[in-house]
């Protein structure tokens, strides 16, 4: 079920910076590229573009999260609702996470925002980026809480530690699925099997 969302921050000029620059971070990573270059990227006469919309780099990184997340949160809440009744497990809460993320999609049916994600954890300010947008997400801390429940041999910290490398796992495995260009059968094969991989790793001893 992806789809195109099509609200615009302040108007077309601001959506396509922000389309631009997702395709872009995502690409080549959030340090390689300039604000100069998104500008002329979204077809921005003025170079400072970036800039009289969203200030910095900082902030256009919070617009694109603005723009994907209300979805993302949204779509994730009706996974958890449909699945609690049966009772949560490590591959339902894993699924729950990042599906919504893969059905987000651009306007040429690449998982832009799954790449962009990719390039974020490994960016160092990775932690910043997530503090900033966290209060978006609240479903995050409930699926935290319920992993932590199902894995109650791991401290706090080897889960936290666990879940990062999860997340690093899930996104590298979109963005290589993507990158293939597969068939929507054989990505959805590829998500699942990354997904029991994770929920393996997660609840190892």
Not at 2 to 14: D, H, I, V
Not at 124 to 136: D, G, M, P
């Amino acid at each position: 079920m992806a789809r195109l969302p099509l609200k615009k921050k302040s108007g077309s000029a601001a959506d396509d910076i922000i389309r631009a620059a997702e395709r872009l971070f995502g690409e080549e990573g959030v340090s390689s590229i300039s604000l100069r270059h998104i500008a002329t990227a979204a077809s921005q006469v003025n170079n400072f573009a970036v800039q009289y919309h969203f200030g910095d780099k900082d902030g256009l990184i919070r617009a694109i999260f603005e723009r994907r997340l209300p979805f993302v949160e949204n779509r994730r809440r009706h996974m958890l609702e449909a699945a609690r009744p049966a009772g949560f497990d490590l591959e339902k809460l894993i699924e729950a996470t990042f599906r919504p993320i893969i059905e987000e999609v651009d306007e040429n049916g690449r998982r832009s925002y799954a790449r962009f994600l990719a390039q974020i954890v490994n960016d160092k300010r990775s932690a910043h980026h997530w503090t900033e947008v966290r209060s978006l997400v609240p479903s995050v801390a409930e699926i935290t809480q319920e992993q932590a429940r199902l894995c109650p041999a791991l401290s706090k910290e080897k889960l936290v530690f666990r879940l990062q490398l999860v997340n690093i796992l899930m996104l590298q495995a979109i963005y290589l699925a993507d990158e293939d260009g597969c068939d929507a059968r054989a990505f959805e094969a590829k998500f699942m099997d990354a997904v029991r991989m994770a929920a393996a790793a997660l609840g190892a001893p």
